[in-house]
C-alpha cells in the first residue's frame, strides 16, 4: 500500500514558516502597519539563524527556494525604509507649515 503522504525534511518547517512570514511581512507594509512588520522581521531572523543549523547538503537542493525568501525579505526591508523615511518627510513639512502658519 502506497502513502501519497510527503516527507517533510528537518528545514521544510524553517522555509515554510519563512514564506509565510514573508507573506504577512508583506500584508503588515502594504497596509503600513509598521509594529507587525517589525514583530515579523524578528521572527524571520530568528528562522534564518535556525537554518544555521541545518547542514549545507539537506538545504542545497532548495538553495533557490531559499534564495527567493532572502531576495523577497531584501525587499520588504528596502520598502519598508523607503516608506518610514516618506513618513519623516511628510512629518517634517507638516510641521514648518504649522510652525509657518503658527507665526501669523
Not at 524578528?42 to 544555521?52: D, H, K
Not at 523577497?72 to 509657518?100: C, K, S, Y
Amino acid at each position: 500500500m502506497a502513502e501519497n503522504k510527503v516527507n517533510l525534511r528537518p528545514h521544510d518547517a524553517h522555509l515554510i514558516a519563512l514564506e509565510k512570514a514573508q507573506d504577512a511581512l508583506e500584508g503588515a507594509l502594504k497596509d503600513a502597519d509598521f509594529d507587525a512588520a517589525e514583530r515579523i522581521n524578528m521572527e524571520m531572523r530568528e528562522r534564518f539563524a535556525g537554518l544555521a543549523h541545518v547542514h549545507t547538503d539537506q538545504i542545497r537542493h532548495d538553495l533557490a527556494r531559499l534564495s527567493a525568501i532572502i531576495g523577497r525579505h531584501t525587499q520588504a526591508r528596502n520598502d519598508l525604509v523607503e516608506q518610514v523615511a516618506g513618513l519623516q518627510r511628510n512629518q517634517r513639512r507638516t510641521q514648518a507649515v504649522i510652525a509657518a502658519y503658527s507665526k501669523h
